[in-house]
Nanobody
Framework: QVQFVESGGGLVQPGGSLRLSCAAS????????LGWYRQAPGKQRELVAT??????????NYTDSVKGRFTISRDNAKNMVYLQMNSLRPEDTAVYYC?????????WGQGTQVTVSS
């Protein structure tokens, strides 16, 4: 059975940094496009960042509000995807989900809470 384990969330002060990780098992990791999404209370889930599969060049894309602050990366050897978040703002507070997408499948991690508050 496919498994995903997210980690790295927590409470941080404005201006601080966090690094989210998502580990996948029992999938052919390299073929998947990967993404991070977030959902704040009372709001719809929104795209934060994506990175294409290795065969597609590992190109990245970010929502405008996180450009220059967040960095998505993948390690195909370790079956890991990361989201480095710098200069965090209170409006970044949300549950963050990793996403794995291929032509046939669309998987979600369990979510990890990020709270930015003083």
């Amino acid at each position: 059975q496919v498994q995903f384990v997210e980690s790295g969330g927590g409470l941080v002060q404005p201006g601080g940094s966090l690094r989210l990780s998502c580990a996948a098992s029992r999938i052919i990791f390299s073929i998947y496009a990967l993404g991070w999404y977030r959902q704040a209370p009372g709001k719809q889930r929104e795209l934060v960042a994506t990175i294409t599969s290795g065969a597609s060049g590992g190109n990245t894309n970010y929502t405008d509000s996180v450009k220059g602050r967040f960095t998505i990366s993948r390690d195909n050897a370790k079956n890991m995807v990361y989201l480095q978040m710098n200069s965090l703002r209170p409006e970044d507070t949300a549950v963050y989900y990793c996403n794995f997408k291929s032509a046939l499948n669309n998987y979600w991690g369990q979510g990890t809470q990020v709270t930015v508050s003083s």
